[in-house]
């Protein structure tokens, strides 16, 4: 139950802001460097 509060809350906070995954620009597409976003709040 708490585990789905938990996603709940979680959810509702990250509706506030824009990511923006970098891509690599290849055959497939790739994160460039793991998974950095960009974040605009």
């Known amino acids: 139950?708490?585990?789905v509060q938990m996603k709940y809350v979680?959810?509702?906070l990250l509706k506030q802001?824009?990511?923006e995954p970098t891509f690599v620009?290849?055959?497939?597409?790739?994160?460039?460097d793991g998974?950095?976003?960009l974040v605009n709040g």
């Open 25 to 32: 620009l290849l055959l497939m597409a790739h994160m460039a």
């Open 35 to 37: 998974s950095k976003v």
């Open 10 to 12: 979680i959810d509702s």
């Open 1 to 3: 139950m708490a585990f």
């Open 17 to 19: 802001f824009e990511f």
